[in-house]
Every structure is written in C-alpha cells, then in structure tokens.
C-alpha cells in the first residue's frame, strides 16, 4: 500500500488533479466520475479551471439566493411559531426543532432547511 503524501510531496500534476476534483464538487455538487485525467497535462487542467471557475461562482450566488430564501420563510415560520402560542423566539425553536426530523441537532435542520451552516450558533 502506497504511503499517504503531504500536499508538498506531490507533483504539480498530482496537485491540479487534486484541485480539479474538488473544484468540479464545489461547481456541480457531486465528484467527478468516469473522468479519466490520467493523461491529462497541467494545460488541460488549467482549461478545466477556467470553465469551472465561473461555474463556482454561479453555483455560490445561486446558493446564497436561496439561503436567503430559506432564512426568509423560516424567520416567518419562527414568528407564526410565536403566534401560535411560543412565548419568546427561544420556545418556538425548540418546538420547531422538536417538531423535525433533526433529533437536536442544529446544523442538520440548517442544512435539511436550506439555512446558512451554523445559522444557529450564537455569536461568542
């Protein structure tokens, strides 16, 4: 079995295929498969980067519009929570977290509602 390598052990090849695979993540939401960079030179990774580059950055603003969207719904969801009979914001959070399939656990309900990760934690 091949020893693991430090990010610095590896070639410049081993690098871009590194990145390539992460970036292709970030732009389409899932690995790369059936995709053989093999054979591929660091003039086709750098191709691959221009065109996932901006792919990341549609896939970013796309993906704060519909936080928003989320944070949105959900803060009227928490007041409508209130005027149901929560007293305070405290008690309607836990009815909703109570009311989820997320078993206390609050960044699960930020990501099984589209908020922001950590949308929950209070600020140190």
């Not at 790369?32 to 691959?48: H, I, K, M, Q, Y």
């Not at 149901?84 to 099984?112: H, K, V």
Request: charged residues 30%; aromatic residues 14%; glycine residues 4%.
């Amino acid at each position: 079995m091949e020893q693991f390598k430090s990010w610095e052990e590896l070639s410049a090849l081993e690098q871009a295929q590194c990145m390539y695979w992460d970036m292709y993540k970030d732009a389409y939401g899932v690995r790369p498969r059936g995709v053989d960079t093999s054979t591929w030179t660091l003039e086709d990774f750098d191709a691959e980067f221009k065109v996932l580059g901006p792919a990341i950055e549609q896939e970013d603003a796309q993906r704060k519009i519909a936080e928003d969207e989320a944070i949105e719904k959900f803060e009227q969801h928490v007041l409508n929570t209130i005027c149901m009979g929560a007293r305070d914001r405290e008690t309607a959070l836990n009815w909703i977290m109570d009311a989820s399939n997320a078993n206390g656990d609050w960044d699960y309900l930020c990501w099984d509602l589209g908020l922001p990760y950590h949308y929950f934690r209070k600020a140190a």
